[in-house]
């Protein structure tokens, strides 16, 4: 059991599945949080809280005085890997576990990918005892960003529109998964300086998503499909005009690339084993109590 962890990122949607699963496998877990930040998702009387700010330094340091291993939930995307390396080899931390994406692998050129990949990078080059844990899409609950609208937009109307043919792969991750992927590789020494992707139970395309949502919700939502070409355009031009719309270009290229991802090397190494997409759905429709 390790003495004490150290998790940035605890209050957002991943750090709230994975802190009661750390507070198992540590004396004491720590979390960075900001004076601002929401705790209600937190259990407050079991964690040592410890305000800063990822853009400090000094924060940082102070945060991991003591501390044996990182747990970094919070977005690398966002330009702190450097500051964050620098403490944490400046504090002597014996194990690191930081959470990516799969989504540094898109074709398309995202606002944050370059930094993500830098981030990588420059943890690959660091003297740490990391694990690098990069999940396709995490969905699960109210909380997250996409399945969820997804599921409200379906309870709602009786048609959805789908840019293309539907048939691009997905394989999104349940949020449980990737917090008892974190806690587990914590404790596996062979996971040491490795990167694993790590991806749902179902690969499926976009229109067997739908198809299975409404199937749980037992109702029959019709899918029109239209074609990208020129919706792409039109979305450019109002991009480019500064207009306000509700759906950007990016996204509908987004819709249409192939996000499956094997992680079969997270099963060999540390026993991964992703609930499959039936049944993450229908445990976040009963957190949204849809059923």
Known sequence: MMRKILVTGATGFTGSYTVPLLLKQAN??????????????????KVELVYGDLDSYDSIVAAMEGVD???NIASIGFGHAPLILKAAEATGIQRAIFISTTALFTSLNASSKKARIAAENAIQQSDLAYTIL???????????????????????????????NGNSLQQ?????????????????????????????????????????ICSLLKKHVRLLHLPTKPFVAGLTVLEKASLPIP????????????????????????????????????IELEEMGLL
């Not at 877990?29 to 407050?44: E, H």
């Not at 599921?151 to 048609?159: D, E, G, M, S, T």
């Not at 449980?176 to 990167?195: E, L, M, Q």
């Not at 950007?248 to 991802?261: H, P, T, V, W």
């Open 172 to 212: 999104p991750i349940f949020v449980g998964d990737v917090a008892s992927a974190i806690t587990n590789v914590i404790h596996a020494p062979h996971t040491k300086r490795k990167a694993y992707n790590i991806s749902g139970g179902t690969v499926a395309t976009y229109n067997h998503l739908i198809e299975t």
């Open 28 to 45: 004491i877990v720590r979390c960075l949080v900001r004076q601002s930040s929401d705790l209600s998702k937190l259990p407050v009387n």
């Open 69 to 71: 291993c990182l747990v």
């Open 247 to 282: 759906l950007k270009a990016e996204q509908i290229r987004r819709l249409n690339e192939d996000k499956s991802f094997s992680h079969a090397q997270a099963s060999t190494d540390f026993g991964f084993a992703p609930k499959s997409l039936a049944v993450g759905l229908r």
């Open 134 to 164: 990069r999940p396709t899409m995490i969905y699960g609950s109210s909380r997250d960003r996409n399945i969820c609208r997804l599921i409200n937009y379906l309870q709602k109307w009786p048609l959805i529109p789908i840019f293309g």
